[in-house]
């Protein structure tokens, strides 16, 4: 088989509703009191939106570091101090199973000026607050978890939400729900890959042997004992195609006479990552965000 470079993923990143959902996110920032963003705790680097401190300037802001159940919490912690030195308000949820009061509590307390101005004039504040973050981080599942019932609509695959809903979480807070937005981090193809490894992109935009090969050599770098194990793989300094040759081969992905099944290969992989089956796995770290995942960094 042939792979070629990262680059050669060719990630397209404003298929139409994403660059609409740019407008969108513009437009009704004025109408909220708070943006709620919400990052991949895995790759809380990556699954960030660097244009979003110039889009939300001046606006109450709350990181919320999802999927946190998924993510090394040592790492969550390391990523936690490294915002909160930063100045911002960020904690890690679990949003299908984490206590909504702990994410109402944070857009409140964000939202406290406000509604103290309010009060001052009588009137008890109806907090509104937008969640944006990257496709498929959970926004979706969060105002469904906060609202207490199934009002928007989840998957896990990119592009589920596909316009801005408002919901009524209680009298005094209203969730707008937004379709996930990708950016272009430009010329950060390590970035774009990393999305696709958590779903954020269609996977039928990309090169997924290609992408299969990087991601089982990022978990390598991770957790090397947990990818042998779970792939049987004998060799933990395996790279590239052999790799991928090693896991189809390892787990008995295989056609007729004994060729890898790369198709089946790579939706395995990629779908045991996502569902977190190689135990809990943060794949980049504060102190080198935008570079490989390194050895020194194994639990
Ligand atoms: N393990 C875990 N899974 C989560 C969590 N939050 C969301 N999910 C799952 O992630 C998938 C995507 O969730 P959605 O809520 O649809 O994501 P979204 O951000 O609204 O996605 P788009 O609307 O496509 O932008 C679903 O399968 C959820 O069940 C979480 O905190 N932990
Ligand atoms: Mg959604």
Redesign the pocket.
Known sequence: MSVGGVAGMNINWYPGHMAKAKRLLRDQLSRVDVVVE?CDARLPYSSRNPELDRLAQGKKRVLIL?????ADANATSLWLGHFRKEGLTAAP??????KPKEVVSLIETAAAEAIRRAADKGVKKVVRAMIV????????????RLYGGTI??????????RANQWVNVTPWLQLL?????LWPRLDDQLAARRLCYI?SVKDDVVDLPMLTIHLLEDMLSVKPDSVCERFHLSDSALRGPELLDAVCRGRGFLLKGAACDYDRCCTVVLDEFRA?KLGRITLEWPDKPGKEAASDEAE
């Open positions: 919400l999802n999927k946190a159940d998924l949820f679990n949003a299908v199973g984490g973050g990257v496709p498929n981080s959970g926004k979706s599942t969060l105002t469904n928007a609509r989840t998957g896990d695959k990119p592009g589920v939400t729900d937004t379709p996930g937005l779903g977190g």
